[in-house]
């Protein structure tokens, strides 16, 4: 047994050796990875935090925030302050994320130990996977558990296997619903030869429903209001499409954009992987046709049809291994070209396109800002004055424990006036967060210190004002307040 997974073994050091350390990096695609996860699990802890209108409106579930809340918690205990709460659960799904590495692996040694060694290594270094790793939001959470699922329900049925792959999917659903469409794909392979497979994968999905309506109730939420809220609101009634709109074609552009010229090899390698695993290509195609009809695009939403489509394309790339075998001189170079053909790939691309290289750099800035406010023994409030967003990426890229405040242009308080209101109210902070180009609109006590290039290409700097803190006084410009007048 030892040896037979003992590449495995290997592939799966490599992946968590690639992973673990970008939990580190001060990386952040989106804000929802801070405000709508680890934000809620902070405030689980009892503490202060900053709460958007997805919370307020109750259109989100309460399972990840409690799944994170443990590792908040014990980063927070490790190294207080923000970081340790940061880190730790980012190091929590970079784990998660290993569970494709294996899916991959039992895909390919369905066929072959060469598929298998392939699929797995092209799963552990696919620049796309390993940039959402570390990243606490639901799409990769939620894909850590569709491909095992799918890995269940598309082997020899069993009773054990498919209640276990329905509980997956159960939960896959309360973490990322949107990925049904995908999921029902792997539910009708299962079922459309042999309708009485469907007791124990609708049994296994109950059992996850329930736990999900046990951790609602006990936030003191109605079992899964947030699920017709949300539906209510972002597919009924569009609110998603407030954040931005893209045209239909939009996913395909943006992949063919970071694939750029692996897009040929990708085609010729799924069509040979069709063969091998259909149905995962199907799911990809479903997850991205679906998302298609929605306005509100990210790139994001997508992510379960990148590993199901690298590993039905790494399937196809083995068996130009098998080919290659078959040309004398080949027999034992085969497998090490194709396998550093997907390493050479994934670096090259994980840096080719602009959009890449800015991805792995959003939210960096904000650290560097974040830690000159660490380590300064006189900073006693924040404000955000005149930033893109009200809000910056919270839990360790902004400072717990101390006020913040947001002097935002769009706030219906603001009327124009937001020189003269942070001039009010400057006694209430002594740090600014700004961009450096209204540096002219703040209070002549405040100097600029540090700076980084911010979101959007925006230079952004703290402005730092000696002295103290009112502590007594309550303006209406706290950050909770302003979201709640902007309902955003």
């Known amino acids: 047994m030892a040896a037979r997974y003992g590449v495995l073994c290997a592939l799966l050091l490599v992946a968590a050796a690639i992973r673990l350390p970008l939990a580190f990096w001060p990386n952040i695609n989106h804000n929802d990875e801070i405000y709508q996860y680890l934000e809620p699990a902070w405030r689980l802890l009892g503490h202060q935090g900053v709460v958007t209108w997805e919370w307020r409106d109750g259109i989100r579930s309460w399972f990840l925030p409690t799944l994170f809340a443990g590792p908040v918690a014990l980063g927070d205990w490790l190294a207080p302050g923000g970081w340790g709460a940061f880190v730790a659960p980012r190091l929590l799904v970079s784990l998660a994320s ?59 049925p069993s009773r054990n296997r498919l209640f276990a792959g329905g509980a997956l999917l159960g939960l896959a659903f309360v973490w990322r619903f949107q990925y049904a469409p995908a999921c029902a794909v792997f539910v009708l392979g299962a079922c459309w030869r042999d309708l009485r497979n469907a007791i124990a994968l609708i049994a296994g999905g109950c059992a996850a429903l329930a736990v999900a309506a046990g951790v609602d109730l006990a936030n003191g939420s109605i079992p899964f ?179 913040v405040y947001s002097f935002y242009q769009d706030d219906p308080l603001a009327n124009g006036q937001l020189p003269a209101l942070v001039q009010k109210h400057q006694s209430e902070f002594n740090r600014i967060i700004a961009p450096a180009s209204l540096a002219g609109e703040l209070p002549p006590d405040f100097s600029k210190r540090t700076c980084a290039l911010a979101s959007h290409d925006i230079n952004t700097c703290v402005f730092v004002r000696r002295g103290a803190c009112d502590a007594f006084t309550t303006g209406p410009f706290g950050i909770n307040d302003v979201l709640v007048r902007l309902n955003d």
């Not at 699929?119 to 606490?136: C, I, N």
């Not at 897009?263 to 679906?290: D, E």
């Open 98 to 156: 290993l569970s494709i590495v294996v899916t991959a692996w039992h895909f390919g040694a369905r066929i072959s130990r060469a598929h298998a060694i392939v699929a797995a290594l092209a799963a552990a270094v696919w620049f796309e996977l390993v940039y959402f790793a570390p990243h606490t939001l639901s799409e990769p959470l939620t894909t850590a558990l569709i491909l095992p699922a799918a890995l269940l329900l598309t082997g020899e």
């Open 225 to 403: 209001a947030w699920l017709v809220l949300n539906i209510q609101q972002n597919l009924l009634h569009d609110r998603a499409s407030e954040f931005g709109v893209a045209p239909p074609m939009a996913y395909i552009q943006l992949m063919s954009i970071l694939w750029s010229g692996a897009m040929l090899l990708m085609l010729m390698a799924l069509r040979r992987g069709w063969q091998h695993a259909p149905l995962l290509i199907v799911a990809a195609i479903v997850n991205v046709a679906f998302h298609s009809m929605i306005a509100h695009k990210e790139y994001r939403f997508i992510f379960l049809s990148i590993p199901l489509l690298i590993i039905a394309a790494a399937l196809g790339s083995a068996d130009w291994v098998q080919l290659m075998r078959q040309r004398p001189g080949w027999r034992h170079w085969s497998l090490p070209v194709v396998c550093a053909g997907w390493v050479l790939l994934s670096l090259g691309l994980s840096g080719a396109t602009y959009t890449m290289r800015h991805n792995w750099m959003l939210g960096t800035a904000e650290a560097k800002l974040a830690t000159d406010l660490d380590v300064d023994p006189e900073f006693c409030g924040l404000a955000l004055y005149g930033m893109h967003d009200p809000f910056l990426p919270g839990r360790g890229q902004l400072a717990i424990g101390r006020p």
